[in-house]
């Protein structure tokens, strides 16, 4: 649930996927609380962020043909996502993402 531009290749196309497979895993009815519980997904705002990945993915280049059911618009509330976290843990953890960040913001320590 981070900035995708700052996402690297591997992060923005994980993400991505991963959507498909929450989706694909909800509409099985195969529980996805542990996720919610943990704050990894947020059910309402899986179609506006697939959204968001699709376009950056479009605009760097990349195929994308696995659009998310308009249904999902109204997907009900649940989940919540910490995104200053998972941001902080992203650019920790990923050279990549990092380096992204820092040309895109700076070096300000207010991430
Ligand atoms: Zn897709
Ligand atoms: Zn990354």
Known sequence: MVDPKIMCRNHLLGEHA?????????DRKHSVKG???????????LYTR????????????????????AKWKLAKKAGSIDKKRNL?????????????????FGDGDDI
Do not use: M, P
């Not at 996720?35 to 705002?45: Q, V």
């Open 18 to 26: 991963e959507i498909h497979l929450f989706v694909w895993n909800i």
């Open 35 to 45: 996720y919610i519980a943990k704050g990894l997904l947020e059910t309402h705002n």
């Open 88 to 104: 902080e843990q992203l650019i920790d953890r990923c050279t990549k993402c990092r380096e992204r960040h820092r040309n895109f």
């Open 50 to 69: 697939h959204e968001e990945l699709a376009q950056e993915l479009k605009r760097r280049g990349y195929q994308h043909n696995s659009e998310l059911d």
